[in-house]
């Protein structure tokens, strides 16, 4: 998996994709490669999960071999300007700018293009071994990665349409570029994630990595009827909770594509804390 | 007859459907004419209450009398808007322009401004004692109550004024002669007149700006009015939204002093009681220790960070126990809010 240079982490919202974006950095950063890990849309997730305050545009180090940084729309749009159409640096851009926003919020795929555009760009800038994205939930996975071919198709041919053209072939590209779909088995997860694997085989704008089931509980050896004899208690209680519990996550395992799991993490109170475990589960799993 | 509104909000995943339709059951209970307003996903909450399909009119819910449910067709309010906002013609010219479409799924305040033009009018009908609102999971909840100023900013903004002029211009006008060398620029890098494009329907767009915002003024009124109702569970991400609510929302909304932690586990779970039953094996017993310690530290952590979420915006905190199943009837749901009492308070006299 830390073959590629380029992964987008996405699942409910909910799931847990951004600690497990957060692990994935940590276990290539132990690894010896340098990570570049990407919130494309607030990075709130990923500065709890890595312990660190509120991200900026610009890459800042907050672990040994991991910098990180948000996307945000207004530099984002600035620099696609600049730096991937060539806007000369006279133009008046912010004039530009301006006209672009009330675009932005209304053409299709604008804002999509120009969000996606700053992970494309640092691959090809090439300044780290792999770029971990916290990608959006799924409800807007494939309007963020359909933008490209959706701008191709709508703008006549020019230096957007080149550009927007370069972009989908780097996704499309699965020898560089990869998607991990994280889910807990659970019955709206599961069922999101089918319908987006049904979506990808339609539609394969990314090649998929891997599915990862998180938040997995293990099996309680506990006989059921060992557990009808039980005196009321917490004992009892706190047995008939993990057992019902993973019976109804088996279910929904039992839908899925065998994949990695990472464990339910009982008790750890920071996000902090959960990141790194799971890099070492991580590190077994890999 | 005025109509008491609670909103509940919360990010995806909480329960807020569930809970939306057992406060709806609650109150019909309590003699009072109801009606439940959900979102997504709406097929859950007729399941509940064994209602067949839900649309944007309210359907009677056959097994409890005096309540009815009704789901937000985001399409359909938005097409409803249109007209309502603008001259025929106009409508017609936005209904059929891609730029439109793309606004309505894009924009992310026009899905939850639909909603609450549809709340508006659930109020206005005067059908009904109470009213519950399902708010959409976009933002947490918070896009609700920001939508009617985002899209009022949007269509009567300085951007806006800018590309078309001061004056609501008609039809073809063209663009206000400062903004013409930008707009060239722009269709240089763009590769063509696709600003132009655009900006023949933004103007569309503008003549909808007085219709818009006298209506966004009359939902922000109706926002404030209402009981706010904020869910989360003791996970990061719904704690993460939840917060957004407390810190971003001040004015916008009623004034909330509670936040409601669903699917929580008991707090007794926390003891070292003593396993009684001489006659379990050793490794069964070892097994049920270990089990209760693992969950143990789990009711700990969860118990600690909504004590530090309830502190630091000084909320009342009532907790839901988590269920084993989700409610599939009317009396399950009203079960729900049985085993939280507190909840049940929240509903109007």
Known sequence: MLERKLIFVSGKGGVGKSAVAASLAIVAARRGLRVLAIGMVDGLGLAEHFATEKLAYAPRGVRPGIDALAVYREEALDEYLRLQLHVPRAAPTKVLTRALNVLAETAPGIREIVTIGKPIYELWKGGYDLVLVDAPPLGQLFSYLRAPSAIADLVPAGPIQKQANHMRDSIADATTTSLVLVTTPEELPVLETMETLDRLDVEPVVGLETLVVNRLLEPLEVPKNVLATLPAGPHSAAAHHHLATHSQQQRWLDALPPSPQLPYLFGLHTAGEVAEQLGDVWDEII | ?349
């Open chain 2, 1 to 349: 007859m005025s109509t008491k509104v609670v909103v509940i909000t919360g990010g995806g995943g909480v329960g807020k459907t569930t809970l939306s339709a057992a406060l709806a059951v609650g109150a019909a209970r309590r003699n009072l004419q109801t009606c439940v307003v959900t979102v997504d996903p709406a097929k859950r909450l007729a399941d509940a209450l064994g209602v067949e399909t839900l649309g944007n009119h309210p359907t009677a819910v056959a097994n409890q009398p005096g309540l009815w449910a009704a789901m937000l067709d985001v399409s359909a309010s938005w097409e409803a808007m249109v007209h309502r906002h603008a001259a025929p013609e106009v409508a017609e010219r936005l209904l059929a322009d891609p730029f439109f479409r793309t606004l309505a799924d894009r924009f992310p305040a026009a899905q939850s401004y639909a909603a609450g033009e549809q709340m508006a009018e659930h109020i206005e009908s005067r059908r009904w004692d109470l009213l519950v609102v399902d708010t959409p999971p976009a933002g947490g909840g918070i896009d609700f109550y920001a939508a009617p100023g985002r899209m009022r900013e949007f269509i009567g903004g300085r951007l806006l004024r800018w590309l078309t002029g001061a004056s609501i211009p008609g039809r073809r006008a063209i663009y206000k002669v400062t903004a013409r060398p930008a707009l060239k620029l722009a269709d240089t890098v763009l590769g063509g007149p696709l600003l132009e494009e655009v900006a023949d329907f933004l103007m569309d767009l503008r003549s909808l700006h007085d219709g818009i915002s006298h209506r966004a003024a009359a939902i922000e009124l109706h926002l404030r009015r209402a009981t706010p109702i904020v869910v989360t569970t003791a996970y990061p991400t719904p704690m993460r939204e939840a917060r957004r609510f407390f810190e971003d929302l001040p004015e916008k909304a009623g004034k909330s002093d509670t936040v409601v932690f669903n699917k929580q586990l008991p707090a007794t779970w926390t003891d070292s009681a003593a396993l009684r039953g001489a006659e379990i094996e050793a490794p069964i017993r070892t097994a049920l220790r270990d089990n209760l310690t693992r969950w143990a530290a789990e009711v700990r952590r969860q118990h600690d960070i909504k004590q530090q979420f309830a502190a630091r915006h000084e909320l009342h905190m009532i907790e839901v126990p988590w269920a084993e199943s989700a409610p599939t009837s009317v009396d399950a749901l009203a079960g729900l809010l049985a085993s939280a009492p507190e909840l049940e308070e929240h509903l109007p006299a």
